[in-house]
């Protein structure tokens, strides 16, 4: 199958964008679109880039369906969505393009599972509203999700504002429930990392009480130790009083 290594995850339902200039992958896609079913598989980047090649990557993906393909000047632009998940059987040659055999692993079974998907789609909501306050949020609280209870847990994995490895993990999981699971999981840890006062402020803090009670001692030093006044002999007795004279 033609793979297309990315930097991100993407998931069963959820639609891909993307910019496509490089050589190796434009005739990729002239390959693909010449199918009956125009289809490559997706799979995040454990270590790399996503141009130029020469990248370690996860095995667990997702295929891609295209659905939409403009040119430009000089790059065209895809859109595809996600379909079913894949696991890498082995890797091929990257020439002329990375491809790879792969394996498809099942769909998710959706018994039982209501409640938690409506708890869980609350969550998400919440923590979607919360991570736009901070600017972190690529969907709105109120996305609109499919009927369908296994494509609307795709969504929520889709759409939270979790880590690219939760996410990816997220990809792997083996029934509808360990999907909820593991977003709540991910969510808890997303939502405190979120919350978490930023880094160096109690320090920063803490020095700057610490300078304000040095200030304070100096300018309160006008004495011994025991508040009385130095007895040094060539101190000024008047340092603010009128002149002196001759």
Not at 64 to 84: F, H, N, S
Not at 138 to 150: G, H, N, Q, T
């Amino acid at each position: 199958m033609p793979m297309f290594p990315l930097g991100s995850v993407l998931l069963p339902r959820m639609p891909l964008s993307l910019r496509l200039f490089e050589p190796r992958y434009l005739l990729m896609l002239q390959h693909v679109l010449a199918q009956d079913v125009p289809e490559f598989g997706v799979v995040l980047i454990e270590r790399g880039r996503e141009v130029g090649g020469g990248d370690s990557r996860f095995r667990t993906g997702t295929v891609a369906r295209i659905a939409q393909v403009a040119m430009g000047d000089d790059a065209v632009a895809l859109t595809a969505i996600g379909t079913r998940r894949i696991v890498i059987d082995r890797w091929l040659d990257d020439d002329p393009w990375p491809r790879a055999e792969v394996s498809e692993l099942p769909e998710l079974s959706v018994v039982g599972s209501g409640e938690a998907l409506a708890s869980t789609g609350l969550r998400v909501r919440r923590s979607l509203a919360r991570a736009a306050e901070f600017g972190e949020a690529d969907w709105p609280a109120d996305v609109e999700l499919s009927e369908d209870p296994e494509i609307a847990a795709w969504q929520l994995a889709g759409v939270a504002p979790i880590s690219t490895i939760d996410r990816y993990e997220l990809l792997a999981a083996a029934t509808l429930a360990d999907l909820l699971e593991g977003l709540d999981r991910a969510l808890e840890h997303a939502d405190a990392v979120r919350e978490a006062p930023a880094p160096g402020g109690a320090l920063e803090a803490e020095l700057a009480e610490l300078l304000g009670d040095a200030v304070g001692e100096d300018e309160g030093d006008a004495g011994d130790a025991d508040g009385e006044p130095d007895d040094d002999p060539d101190a000024d007795p008047d340092p603010g009083g009128a002149p002196r004279a001759g």
